[in-house]
């Protein structure tokens, strides 16, 4: 048996997979990992990871092998430390694997210049499923732990690494995308002319106040000539609309199932890892 | 037919559109449309009705591409009576004495109702299940008698308590889990209709009929503490 626990919790971590899907007709979200990219790449390192990710946003946690071994490895743009049982230290790049024993302790800094970062375990965390999915959705409460993890959480892994042989990949380079091409929103002809053309040539801000529900932008307001107040209308990640306020929300991976804000145009679906990226102050805009 | 069309909604989804208005009729056919699509086996990751539309989401714009063509396909020769899904008629009991009806003072002072007039109104009606959204299990169900209708609180609530039911404009609906909303709060049920333990998972589907019976604070707390399961819920409650 091998066993580790969660010894520090950064902030916002949780238990994600590719999403939830086949539910969001009873009203659950798909949930999921919030940059897609990070996950596949570490895959090429960790292969047997079960899909069982650990996903943190701006602080990365700590955790300590309380028994056995696991093999782990971290992606995204942060420094990673190993205090190892003997007391020496160790820096580790992203994307390579890390052996850790009895004792190890794994830290990870914060994300630099980005906001996600992902743990991937080889033969995964122990979890079952919960509708069909390990992902966590915090505000439903589901998942196959329910809640954001807390210090003193511990994982059993019960199979053993089968190969300790170092692996690693080239490390995904976390672009700075700031301009989005995006497609026409089902509700686009709520937007006047002249209001869709400040859509495409003003430049929006992403705000403090956005998460893995959404990222709430600030810009020139777009304010409709019919109504922001439709009947709602299943959504989708990536749809942006529009409240009363004028200032665009891009719905991202924990939506709610059904909204009543007319949206204005829908990001690619490649371009969500990317935008999930971008910090609060980073300035972006659209192409329709 | 109301169905108008359907339109790609970004690269990996697709809209069924039904017109811009809402009424049973239209959901009745929006609810075979969704029984047609879910017996057609599509490579979907979700289909998602709502008063006027069916969204679809896909893995790939190859699978939505086939879907699309498949959909088309057989919506032109579907017989949607024949969709129909059997539904459930739900006697649900419902309690709305005042420490579950935290705005039906506010209803009857807005209407000039008394508070059996109230109760009457609400239970009188049989409410159909537009569908399921807002948050795990909450139905969209309606309409109420035009004597109650009433728009959305000024300040949507923080905390909203679990089971509650609440009315807002044409529709009401419970509140499976404690949340935030701005609903008029005017009863609440005995038992939990969200679970993870039955493979139905929302005790209302779409398409169902709901009425509530209004019972007394003890029968309610009666009820409340046997944590009925589904299976319980359904042979004691619907017909």
Same mark, same amino acid.
């Given at each position: 048996m091998n066993r580790f626990q969660i010894t520090r919790?950064?902030?916002?971590?949780?238990?994600?997979?590719?999403?939830?899907?086949?539910?969001? #007709?009873?009203?659950?979200?798909?949930?999921?990992?919030?940059? !897609?990219?990070?996950?596949?790449?570490?895959?090429?390192?960790i292969? #047997?990871? !079960?899909?069982?990710?650990l996903?943190?946003?701006?602080?990365?946690p700590s955790l300590k092998v309380v028994q056995g071994a696991i093999k782990v490895s971290v992606?995204?743009?942060?420094?990673i430390f190993v205090q190892k049982n003997n007391n020496t230290q160790i820096?580790h790049?992203?994307?390579?694997s890390i052996n850790l024993f009895e004792g190890d302790e794994l830290t990870i800094?914060?994300?630099?210049?980005?906001?996600?970062?992902?743990i991937a375990f080889e033969n995964g965390l122990g979890?079952?499923?919960?509708?069909?999915?390990?992902?966590?959705?915090?505000?439903?409460?589901?998942?196959?732990?329910?809640?954001?993890l807390?210090i003193g959480d511990q994982f059993e892994v019960s199979k053993d690494v089968?190969?300790w042989?170092? !692996?690693?990949?080239?490390?995904?380079?976390?672009?700075? !995308?700031?301009?989005?091409?995006?497609?026409?929103?089902?509700?686009?002809?709520?937007?006047?002319?002249?209001?869709?053309?400040?859509?495409?040539?003003?430049?929006?801000?992403?705000?403090?106040?956005?998460?893995?529900?959404?990222?709430?932008?600030?810009?020139?307001?777009?304010?409709? #000539?019919?109504? #922001?107040?439709?009947?709602?209308?299943?959504?989708?990640?990536?749809?942006?609309?529009?409240?009363?306020?004028?200032?665009?929300?891009?719905?991202?991976?924990?939506?709610?199932?059904?909204?009543?804000?007319?949206?204005?145009?829908?990001?690619?679906?490649?371009?969500?890892?990317?935008?999930?990226?971008?910090?609060?102050?980073?300035?972006?805009?659209?192409?329709? | 037919?109301?169905?108008?069309?359907?339109?790609?909604?970004?690269?990996?989804?697709?809209?069924?559109?039904?017109?811009?208005?809402?009424?049973?009729?239209?959901?009745?056919?929006?609810?075979?449309?969704?029984?047609?699509?879910?017996?057609?086996?599509?490579? =979907?990751?979700?289909?998602?009705?709502?008063?006027?539309?069916?969204?679809?989401?896909?893995?790939?714009?190859?699978?939505?591409?086939?879907?699309?063509?498949?959909?088309?396909?057989?919506?032109?020769?579907?017989?949607?009576?024949?969709?129909?899904?059997?539904?459930?008629?739900?006697?649900?009991?419902?309690?709305?004495?005042?420490?579950?009806?935290?705005?039906?003072?506010?209803?009857?002072?807005?209407?000039?109702?008394?508070?059996?007039?109230?109760?009457?109104?609400?239970?009188?009606?049989?409410?159909?299940?537009?569908? +399921?959204?807002?948050?795990?299990?909450?139905?969209?169900?309606?309409?109420?008698?035009?004597?109650? +209708?009433?728009?959305?609180?000024?300040?949507?609530?923080?905390?909203?308590?679990?089971?509650?039911?609440?009315?807002?404009?044409?529709?009401?609906?419970?509140?499976?889990?404690?949340?935030?909303?701005?609903?008029?709060?005017?009863?609440?049920?005995?038992?939990?209709?969200?679970?993870?333990?039955?493979?139905?998972?929302?005790?209302?589907?779409?398409?169902?009929?709901?009425?509530?019976?209004?019972?007394?604070?003890?029968?309610?707390? =009666?009820?409340?503490?046997?944590?009925?399961?589904?299976?319980?819920?359904?042979?004691?409650?619907?017909?």
């Open positions: 919790t950064g902030t916002y971590l949780t238990i994600q997979d590719w999403g939830r899907f086949h539910y969001q #007709h009873l009203g659950v979200s798909p949930s999921g990992i919030m940059d !897609q990219r990070i996950p596949r790449a570490l895959a090429k390192v292969p #047997h990871h !079960q899909n069982q990710f996903e943190f946003a701006y602080v990365g992606g995204g743009q942060c420094n820096e790049a992203p994307y390579t800094h914060n994300t630099i210049d980005s906001v996600y970062g992902y979890l079952e499923s919960c509708l069909q999915s390990f992902a966590t959705d915090t505000k439903a409460q589901i998942g196959s732990i329910n809640r954001p807390q089968s190969s042989e170092l !692996q690693s990949n080239e490390e995904v380079y976390v672009s700075k !995308q700031t301009n989005f091409k995006v497609y026409p929103g089902p509700q686009m002809n709520y937007f006047s002319d002249e209001v869709l053309q400040t859509f495409v040539s003003s430049t929006f801000t992403i705000t403090t106040q956005s998460d893995r529900m959404g990222l709430r932008l600030e810009g020139e307001p777009l304010k409709s #000539h019919i109504s #922001h107040d439709i009947l709602s209308e299943g959504i989708l990640p990536g749809c942006i609309q529009v409240p009363s306020n004028g200032q665009p929300i891009v719905l991202m991976r924990d939506i709610p199932c059904t909204g009543g804000y007319p949206k204005i145009a829908i990001m690619a679906s490649e371009d969500i890892s990317k935008i999930a990226q971008l910090p609060p102050g980073t300035k972006i805009t659209f192409d329709l | 037919m109301f169905f108008k069309g359907i339109n790609h909604y970004g690269d990996l989804g697709l809209i069924l559109d039904f017109g811009s208005d809402s009424s049973q009729q239209i959901s009745q056919e929006v609810n075979a449309v969704y029984a047609l699509l879910q017996d057609l086996d599509l490579p =979907q990751l979700n289909i998602i009705p709502s008063f006027n539309k069916i969204v679809l989401a896909f893995q790939s714009g190859k699978d939505r591409n086939q879907a699309q063509d498949a959909i088309e396909h057989n919506l032109a020769k579907a017989d949607l009576k024949k969709t129909q899904k059997d539904r459930i008629y739900w006697n649900i009991p419902a309690c709305y004495e005042d420490s579950y009806a935290l705005d039906r003072e506010l209803i009857q002072a807005t209407h000039g109702l008394s508070k059996e007039e109230v109760i009457s109104k609400h239970t009188s009606t049989s409410y159909y299940a537009y569908y +399921i959204g807002f948050m795990p299990g909450f139905p969209y169900l309606g309409d109420i008698d035009s004597s109650l +209708i009433t728009p959305r609180l000024a300040t949507p609530r923080i905390q909203i308590p679990a089971r509650s039911i609440g009315i807002a404009k044409e529709h009401t609906c419970v509140y499976p889990k404690v949340s935030p909303g701005g609903w008029n709060i005017i009863g609440q049920v005995p038992f939990d209709i969200f679970s993870l333990e039955h493979s139905r998972t929302s005790l209302f589907l779409p398409g169902d009929t709901v009425q509530f019976q209004s019972i007394s604070e003890k029968e309610f707390l =009666q009820i409340h503490s046997k944590h009925l399961a589904f299976d319980e819920i359904i042979k004691e409650f619907s017909k």
